[in-house]
């Protein structure tokens, strides 16, 4: 059972470059989210996606970018990568549709902006 | 927006010892979660509570749903050197809603 699958794992970046974090899952799940977690500073929600269609602002969307490409994936891209952005990022997924809250998380992609 | 405490930040403890952790929020939820996260991984979830006032047994861990909706802990009898990790609250208005987490709680047991 894969679950949820974030690719790639580790990725160093010069400050200005993009990328895009790919992030899959299989279990058929509503909605899915990514969040970066810092050091003292927990795990912060950047966008997710209730439904497949949507997506709304968590905490800290500034600086990214995502597209709910069907609803089995759910990109993060940086467009102008920032030092600020060094971090690592996990996606996760839900059921959704029942009042259950269980995220499922991926491994993480540990990015370095340079 | 919503924003969760979680205390203490980090601990330190003796193998067999208890532990308790707590986390308060600045607005209710409908459901309270605790995940932990091992080096290196994703957080897993542990308990989920649904009701206030709801206490949640899951083996040596135990979770209570605060009566005001804006509050949960999360005790571990009898640590082992396994639990060591960061643990999690998280709270959920409802279904399909956004999940917000709390800044974490480091547990480090000493053999």
């Known amino acids: 059972n894969a679950g949820v699958t974030q690719t790639p794992k580790f990725q160093v970046l010069k400050t200005g470059q993009s990328m895009t974090l790919q992030c899959a899952q299989d279990?058929?799940?509503?909605?899915m989210y990514w969040y970066r977690q810092d050091p003292g500073m927990g795990l912060r929600l950047i966008y997710y996606s209730a439904s497949e269609g949507t997506t709304d602002k968590g905490e800290v969307p500034n600086g990214y970018n995502v597209s709910r490409l069907n609803k089995r994936e759910f990109s993060l891209r940086l467009e102008s990568a920032a030092p600020s952005q060094t971090s690592v990022y996990f996606c996760?997924?839900?059921?959704?549709?029942?009042?259950?809250?269980?995220?499922?998380f991926g491994e993480g992609s540990r990015l370095t902006v340079l | 927006g919503q924003q969760l405490n979680q205390s203490p930040q980090s601990m330190f403890i003796q193998e067999g010892e208890d532990v308790s952790m707590n986390c308060t929020s600045s607005?209710?939820?409908?459901?309270w979660l605790w995940y932990k996260q091992d080096p290196g991984e994703g957080p897993v979830l542990l308990i989920a509570?649904?009701?206030?006032?709801e206490l949640t047994s899951n083996g040596r861990l135990t979770a209570q749903f605060g009566i005001t909706r804006k509050d949960s802990f999360l005790n571990i009898s009898a640590s082992i050197p396994s639990d060591v990790g960061i643990y999690f609250c998280a709270g959920q208005l409802g279904g399909y809603q956004k999940v917000t987490f709390g800044t974490g709680t480091k547990l480090q047991v000493i053999p």
């Open positions: 996760a997924s839900s059921d959704g549709s029942a009042n259950t809250g269980e995220l499922f």
């Open positions: 607005s209710i939820f409908n459901t």
């Open positions: 279990m058929n799940h509503n909605s």
């Open positions: 509570l649904y009701k206030a006032g």
